[in-house]
């Protein structure tokens, strides 16, 4: 199973994990028992639509996530994720690495996201 | 003449100035371009009464049978309005720029441009003040683009009337949208580390547009005022009114009443602001002749 995980840095399966998806800095993806690979998230140095464009790094090589793990996604970052089948699953403040994230995973400790959990700028527009 | 107001910090008194301006002068027409937060009706107290306009735009729409996940579009699109998920194109239609490229580059004609509403543009009449010609523009909640809401507002001016623009607080794009055709740029700003601060924003963009301005001292006191007379001088900004900070002034604009109604001489200091301006104006034009 291929294992996406949104990453502060670019330090190998020491790498500390980023809890927002569409601006975290890096992405990594880990697949069985292979080294981890991590390439620089597209989306963070976007002007507009970084959720999107993380969306799509995330379901193309080298990445080809089936899994996510984040602490949140954006409502378009969603709609994107959601068309691409990815199953998201929450990190907390526990999993602080990316070979802790993905053990707290296989271990099923992480919660599955059912609902986008930011609102994003745009929808808080007009309150 | 088009006068914009603008400041670089929210809450400085741009609605306040540009009402009570209004307000003080005749054959005037107040465009409110804060598309974002339009307020000048509350103080105003108008009432819109015929059927607002759409402003629309352009967005693209897929025909997914033609689509053959060539993915040229999403790679073309520099907002990421476009992504392929699956062999299926998704569009978003708030990042979207309307710029048209995604469907000019699709090989198989998948993508057509159709059009959506974003805001609106309404017309509001105020009671006692029939004279007053006032509009303003409205972005539709979720929307992120509200420079063509502002852009449409703008085509309404007319060069025979004093036309006066609330601008967006900021320096963002709808703010430059509604100052950037104007003749003068009024900045409002308070006595503030924080009014300075976005003031030397907002001084900037007026700078880099060319454009000739003066400031507005809102909730003026002798003793902070310094912080923005030194500032001004520094970078020969001209004062050309200050507002006390009075309470007065503050119950009137709580109960969304313009002071200029109610506390006498007001008027005549806002009409005196606007012969100031215009005289800026004409000795710039018969400096450039």
Redesign the interface.
Same mark, same amino acid.
């Given at each position: 199973m291929r294992i996406v995980i949104s990453l502060a840095e670019n330090e190998g399966e020491t790498s500390k994990v980023a809890l927002q998806f569409g601006r975290a800095s890096y992405l990594g993806v880990k697949a069985d028992k292979t080294p981890a690979r991590i390439i620089v998230n597209p989306?963070q140095s976007?002007?507009?639509?970084?959720g999107?464009?993380a969306?799509?790094a995330v379901?193309e090589p080298p990445l080809q996530g089936e899994v996510l793990l984040t602490g949140s996604v954006g409502p378009?970052a969603w709609?994107?994720?959601k068309?691409?089948?990815l199953n998201i699953y929450q990190l907390t403040a526990a999993e602080k690495t990316l070979a802790e994230a993905v053990a707290a995973f296989e271990a099923g400790k992480l919660v599955q996201l059912t609902v986008s959990k930011k609102p994003g700028?745009?929808?808080k527009?007009?309150? | 003449m088009q006068l914009t107001i603008l400041s670089g910090k929210g809450g400085t008194g741009k609605t306040t100035v540009a009402v009570n301006l209004a307000l003080s002068l005749q054959n005037v027409q107040l465009l409110d371009a804060d598309v &974002?937060e339009p307020n000048d009706y509350l103080l105003l107290g108008a009432e819109f009464k015929s059927p607002a306009q759409s402003v629309e735009k352009l967005i693209p729409t897929v025909d997914q049978d033609k689509c053959t996940a060539c993915k040229l579009c999403?790679n073309f699109c520099?907002?990421?309005?476009?992504?392929?998920?699956?062999d299926?194109l998704?569009v978003?239609p708030?990042?979207c720029h309307s710029c048209g490229g995604c469907s000019q580059i699709c090989p198989t004609g998948a993508i057509k441009e159709v059009g959506r509403s974003l805001g609106k543009i309404s017309q509001g009449v105020i009671p006692g003040y029939s004279e007053l010609e006032f509009w303003q523009g409205e972005?539709?909640?979720? &929307?992120?683009q509200a420079v063509p809401v502002v852009n449409q507002l703008l085509k309404l001016s007319k060069v025979e009337k004093k036309v006066i623009i609330d601008a967006q607080p900021g320096i963002r794009c709808p703010t430059i949208e509604a100052t950037a055709g104007s003749d003068f740029c009024l900045l409002v700003t308070e006595p503030t580390p924080f009014g300075l601060s976005d003031l030397k924003l907002a001084v900037e963009l007026v700078k880099q547009l060319g454009l000739k301005a003066g400031l507005v001292i809102n909730r003026s006191e002798p003793v902070y005022d310094s912080l923005i007379i030194d500032y001004a001088a520094e970078v020969g900004l001209p004062i050309l009114l200050k507002i006390p900070f009075e309470r007065k002034i503050a119950e009137l604009y709580a109960r969304g009443i313009p002071f200029v109604r109610e506390m006498p001489g007001w008027q005549a200091k806002f009409s005196q602001l606007y012969q100031t301006i215009v005289r800026r104006v004409s000795d710039e034009k018969s400096n450039s002749n």
């Open positions: 989306g976007k002007q507009s639509g970084a999107v464009a969306a799509q379901v378009k709609q994107a994720l068309a691409g089948q700028l745009a929808n527009a007009g309150f | &974002e999403v520099q907002y990421n309005a476009l992504a392929l998920m699956l299926q998704l978003f708030e990042i972005l539709n909640p979720g &929307e992120e």
